[in-house]
């Protein structure tokens, strides 16, 4: 009697994790969630429509905004922290990469600076840095930044 209770009871549990693994894995594979960042990048510079890229599961917007970068070779960036996301290619008449958020101690920002001009020299560059960012307790002795293309990971 208990026997098959328990039975019916594990595989209940099995259907319900399997159904919702599989609706999980559906929706990750048709939002594009497995891409790579090219990938990513090639998708929204071919798309006909309106196309976002916000991942779920990975935390590489330094690297996608570099391959994004790297892809268009825009007129007009943005760099700063996420306060300069507020920018919009409709803002602008030529072309436009919203390069926020890809700073973040204020150490780090001449390397990803360089390496953004060793890729493409844009017309115009809009940094934007936050205030409390030059604060001597958070600028003094800071290890020098590592901003590699292996780092990057692209």
């Not at 391959?67 to 007129?75: G, R, T, W």
Request: hydrophobic share 45%; net charge neutral; glycine share 6%.
């Amino acid at each position: 009697m208990y026997r098959s209770y328990i039975l019916s009871i594990i595989s209940t549990i099995v259907v319900i994790v399997a159904a919702t693994l599989s609706v999980d894995y559906v929706l990750f594979e048709h939002s594009g969630e497995s891409l790579s960042v090219n990938e990513v990048v090639n998708v929204q510079t071919n798309a006909s429509e309106f196309c976002v890229y916000g991942s779920a599961l990975y935390a590489r917007m330094r690297q996608y905004k570099f391959a994004l970068y790297k892809h268009v070779k825009p007129k007009i960036i943005t760099i700063g922290s996420s306060r300069v996301m507020e920018f919009r290619g409709g803002f602008f008449s030529k072309s436009f990469v919203n390069m926020g958020g890809v700073l973040g101690a204020m150490h780090t920002t001449p390397c990803i600076i360089d390496q953004i001009l060793s890729y493409h020299k844009p017309e115009l560059i809009v940094l934007g840095l936050d205030f409390w960012r030059f604060l001597p307790w958070l600028t003094s002795e800071l290890p020098a930044c590592n901003m590699s293309p292996e780092n990057l990971d692209l």
